[in-house]
């Protein structure tokens, strides 16, 4: 009777410890897999955030915001590209050719398109992927007429 006992103690306890091993091992691979994420979104993450206001309005999406220029003397434009999935709102600034003072200068942008409420929308500026910050403004007011105050 007694090795009986004791032959079953040895696998009970055998059975705890692959249970806790295989318990601690799935958890592991979730840490890992958490922190492998949170690394690729760390170097995925694009440096430059734009701030811009955005109102959807009667179907129609309308992004103002700022952008920060080598100089007064280039120009911007914007697009909005519609897919499937997400609307890419394109930023550039080029360059005119003409002689400028070299002072950072900030410049107005504004991109208006159709869409759902609910869509996916990502910028560019220049090519490159950029934060957006979005300041949502209330149906109730006039998007040129509200003051977003930026620090830095």
Same mark, same amino acid.
């Given at each position: 009777?007694?090795?009986?006992?004791?032959?079953?103690?040895?696998?009970?306890? !055998?059975?705890?410890?692959?249970? !806790?091993?295989?318990?601690?091992?799935?958890?592991?691979?979730? =840490?890992?897999?958490? $922190?492998?994420?949170?690394?690729?979104?760390?170097?995925? $993450?694009? +440096? =430059?955030?734009?701030?811009?206001?955005?109102?959807?309005?009667?179907?129609?999406?309308?992004? @103002?915001?700022?952008?920060?220029? &080598?100089? &007064? %003397?280039?120009?911007?434009?914007? +697009?909005?590209?519609?897919?499937?999935?997400?609307?890419?709102?394109? =930023?550039?600034?080029?360059?005119?050719?003409?002689? %400028?003072?070299?002072?950072?200068?900030?410049?107005?942008? $504004?991109?208006?398109?159709? *869409?759902? !409420?609910?869509?996916?929308?990502? !910028?560019?500026?220049? *090519?490159?992927?950029?934060?957006?910050?979005?300041?949502?403004? &209330?149906?109730?007011?006039?998007?040129? +007429?509200?003051? @977003?105050?930026?620090? *830095?």
């Amino acid at each position: 009777m007694n090795n009986k006992f004791l032959w079953g103690a040895l696998l009970v306890i !055998a059975l705890v410890s692959v249970s !806790a091993y295989l318990y601690n091992k799935d958890k592991q691979k979730t =840490i890992d897999q958490a $922190r492998d994420e949170a690394i690729t979104d760390q170097v995925q $993450r694009p +440096e =430059i955030t734009l701030n811009t206001k955005h109102q959807f309005k009667d179907g129609q999406h309308i992004f @103002v915001g700022l952008v920060e220029l &080598p100089n &007064p %003397c280039y120009k911007v434009t914007t +697009e909005a590209i519609k897919d499937q999935n997400e609307t890419v709102l394109n =930023i550039n600034y080029a360059s005119t050719s003409e002689v %400028c003072a070299e002072v950072v200068t900030s410049k107005e942008f $504004r991109i208006s398109f159709e *869409g759902k !409420a609910d869509e996916t929308i990502i !910028a560019k500026l220049n *090519g490159e992927l950029v934060n957006l910050n979005i300041f949502e403004i &209330p149906l109730d007011k006039n998007i040129d +007429e509200v003051k @977003v105050y930026n620090k *830095g």
